[in-house]
């Protein structure tokens, strides 16, 4: 009995370890990494491209996650509290800004379509995932790395390259992640197939389209 409950114990420890490494929040920097290693995109100045990566970085990944744990420590709460519906909206809010001041810088800077592209899909996923939080609870982790999975397949659409093996390590990174949050009891599977779902038909149509 004792050996199972340590054995689980460290099944809960890399669960919270996986969660902790696939933020929500990747899913831009991830894509310009992307973009910058298979288009034509990858002749741009280092300087210019680091530029890229580092706005990016800083409105999608640093600054959103600093305002919530911020938002967190104001009203006491642990990372646990958020799996609570109702107290997901303002940190949906905070991140929602912080992607918009992304796509206004990028805009401003007159960098190319395709980067401010990424960012208005990572939006609309958080956006998306924000309505359907009002009615039932949707797992954004996994909206994450299906948008993640959608914008590599309409990349690979888009400029014609074999993305097969890009695809089936996302679609398994998916099943571990989803696992992860099962096991944190964080979400139910149709919290991890819906937000999956949201994110990877978003991010897919508004990379293929727009």
Known sequence: ????????????????????????????????????????????????????????????????????????????????????????????????GCFLAAYYIMRASHMPHIMSVIIVAALLVQIACALINLLVKISVHMAAIGGLTGGVMAFSLLIQFNALWWIIALILLAGVVGTARMMLRIHTLPNICLGYVVGFVTTLAVISFI
């Not at 973009?35 to 995109?41: A, S």
């Not at 938002?71 to 799996?83: M, P």
């Open 1 to 96: 009995m004792a050996r199972r409950r340590k054995k689980r114990s460290w099944f809960l420890i890399l669960a919270r370890v996986l969660s902790i490494v696939f933020s929500p929040f990747y899913l831009p920097i991830v894509s310009m990494i992307v973009l910058f290693t298979f288009t034509h995109l990858h002749y741009l100045p280092w300087l210019y491209q680091f530029r890229v990566l580092a706005i990016t970085y800083l409105f999608t990944i640093l600054l959103p996650t600093l305002l919530i744990k911020v938002y967190k420590e104001y009203h006491g709460w642990k990372l646990f509290h958020l799996s609570n519906r109702e107290k997901r909206m303002v940190p949906y809010f905070i991140s929602i």
